[in-house]
């Protein structure tokens, strides 16, 4: 099945880094990989679309200098989260989907969790 | 009023339990419909997709209304592995878009 790679599954960073979390499918190709952001005991919120070759689309509320999104591949897509804060501790994961109709299931990645100290 | 609508439970049942999970969706024009599992601190795993006419995989079977935007997820025989948070997903076509619902939480007990 599809597989969708996701690295560091945990990261602990000082505050005003930046950190930078890779999001891979493994045996697809994928022109658009989603970018979700969970705190506990909530749902995920999709943060933005990333497109292969182009320009993120940001949901509303989503700072996009804050958050870089970058799919320079169809295999690979990156989020940066630059000058971290503690606020922006939370669960990101990245989804894709092997086929483009809207009936295909989405393979998430594990998923990385970041803490901003 | 939220686009998916879950009972966020917990539900807590013994093993062998019937149980039965419910969700709303507000976007009339959706067009497709999943329930995912999530561990807790894991990503979400598709469990399977829902289709108007009901579908059933081993001791689950989901349900979609279209006309009432109400989708169902029953699962027989629980077993203790079983316990986790329901995702009820939903894509509305924009841009192929997932809106997930907060989840419904499942315990079983022994």
């Known amino acids: 099945g599809a597989v969708v790679s996701q690295h560091p599954s945990w990261v602990i960073c000082k505050s005003g880094t930046s950190v930078k979390i890779e999001c891979r499918s493994l045996?697809?190709?994928?022109?658009?990989m989603f970018w979700y952001r969970q705190f506990p005991k909530q749902s995920l919120m999709l943060m933005a679309t990333?497109?292969?070759?182009?320009?993120?689309?940001?949901e509303q509320g989503v700072e996009k200098d804050k958050f870089l999104i970058n799919h320079a591949s169809l295999t690979l897509s990156t989020l940066t989260v630059t000058s971290a804060h503690p606020e922006d501790s939370s669960f990101y994961i990245c989804?894709?989907?092997?086929?483009?109709?809207?009936?295909?299931?989405?393979?998430f990645g594990s998923g990385t969790r970041l803490t901003v100290v | 009023r939220k686009e998916v609508e879950q009972d966020p439970g917990p539900f807590n049942v013994p093993e062998g339990a019937t149980v039965a999970f419910n969700c709303t969706y507000s976007n009339s024009a959706s067009q497709s419909f999943f329930w995912y599992r999530q561990d807790c601190r894991k990503e979400p795993k598709l469990l399977m997709s829902?289709?108007?006419s009901g579908n059933e995989d081993g001791r689950f079977t989901a349900q979609l209304n279209r006309a009432s935007q109400y989708i169902s997820l029953l699962i027989r025989d629980s077993k203790l592995s079983d316990s986790a948070t329901y995702l009820c997903?939903?894509?509305?076509?924009?841009?192929?878009?997932?809106?997930f619902g907060a989840g419904t939480i499942l315990r079983v007990k022994s």
């Open positions: 990333s497109n292969e070759g182009s320009k993120a689309t940001y």
């Open positions: 989804s894709a989907s092997p086929g483009v109709s809207p009936n295909y299931g989405y393979t």
């Open positions: 045996d697809f190709q994928a022109t658009t």
């Open positions: 829902v289709y108007s």
């Open positions: 997903v939903v894509n509305t076509g924009y841009g192929n878009k997932l809106v």
